[in-house]
């Protein structure tokens, strides 16, 4: 029991990340965290400064990274299948949504986007202005404990509206003071290693949110997908399994979470992610290895426990077949 309870606060530890595009956009990088989809679109290959420019730290809230472009580079297309937010620190970035006319993100400037929706981005001004923006990961159920374990924050009344989840395509907020001396301050400590850095990563994750659940962007923040439309289910479905990587997950589970048949299922999914649910749920298994593996304190067989595996041997097979080292191998190189 002592084992299993220290294996699963692995789960929850503040680390750092590295190499790890959040994005679908297709790279060169075998460790990429999402795949290739099937959209044309997002099969550009993404240019070395967003790849080379970023660092990240993954906290108990949200998983938080710093993008510094310095060079020209062409429209880049997003996506992934979670709720992001993008915060601008320094330049401009111009973003382009389906339907909708471009606009361009200054400094201290957000924008809220639900899952599954792409956005393409361009730089007009980084060969004066280098472009540095943070991307948050939002886990709305760590953003639903936040609110619980607040006061009631004050909300501006275009908040208080009853958006469809689904309709919302994205939510643009103008330069608030608050988030953006917070950007400020995540830039900081993901740039630099101060001392009790892990703290205040979560603090001032804890801050961002806290400030973002005061704006309009709250009905995306905490709101439920709805299950009756593809994206949704499958937006359901990938939160579900990010939620319980310390478990076996059957299909069937994945099938109830997201609402549809289990054939519906299979192809949604299939089509989006290029691969099948399972080989999807030891992607991410891999992943969140790599992340416990990158703090040297934790074990092989407490991070093979935390990820739920029931056999060491298995985790290490499973993590060798993926990364071409085994975990050990792995924690040696990158710490």
Request: with cysteine; glycine share 4%.
């Amino acid at each position: 029991m002592l084992l299993l309870g220290a294996a699963r606060s692995l789960l929850s530890q503040t680390r750092v990340l590295r190499d790890v595009n959040v994005f679908s956009t297709a790279t060169n990088d075998s460790r990429a965290l999402m795949p290739k989809t099937s959209s044309p679109s997002l099969r550009r290959d993404a240019p070395t400064a967003l790849i080379e420019n970023r660092r990240g730290i993954a906290g108990n809230d949200a998983q938080l990274s710093l993008y510094d472009v310095r060079q020209s580079v062409d429209q880049i297309s997003l996506r992934s299948p979670h709720l992001f937010y993008y915060g601008m620190v320094q330049g401009k970035k111009l973003v382009h949504i389906d339907g909708e006319e471009p606009f361009v993100l200054y400094p201290g400037e957000s924008l809220v986007v639900p899952p599954f929706q792409s956005i393409d981005v361009e730089f007009p001004e980084v060969r004066t202005t280098p472009a540095k923006w943070v991307n948050v990961k939002v886990n709305q159920n760590r953003i639903r404990g936040v609110l619980e374990n607040i006061s009631e924050v004050s909300i501006e009344a275009s908040a208080s509206r009853r958006w469809r989840m689904e309709e919302q395509k994205y939510c643009r907020l103008e330069s608030r003071e608050g988030i953006y001396r917070v950007l400020e301050m995540i830039t900081y400590l993901i740039r630099e290693n101060p001392p009790n850095r892990d703290r205040l990563v979560d603090l001032n994750a804890r801050e961002l949110m806290i400030q973002l659940l005061q704006t309009r962007s709250r009905p995306l923040l905490v709101g439920d997908f709805s299950r009756h439309t593809s994206t949704g289910g499958l937006a359901a479905a990938v939160q579900y399994i990010q939620n319980n990587l310390d478990r076996h997950i059957s299909i069937d589970e994945l099938v109830e979470e997201a609402c549809m048949s289990k054939s519906s299922f299979y192809r949604h999914f299939s089509k989006e992610f290029d691969m099948s649910p399972l080989e999807y749920i030891t992607r991410e298994r891999v992943v969140r290895a790599r992340e416990l593996l990158e703090d040297p304190e934790n074990t092989v067989t407490n991070v093979s426990h935390a990820l739920g595996f029931s056999s060491t041997s298995h985790f290490i097979d499973m993590f060798k077949e993926h990364e071409g080292l085994t975990p050990k191998q792995y924690q040696l190189e990158v710490t």
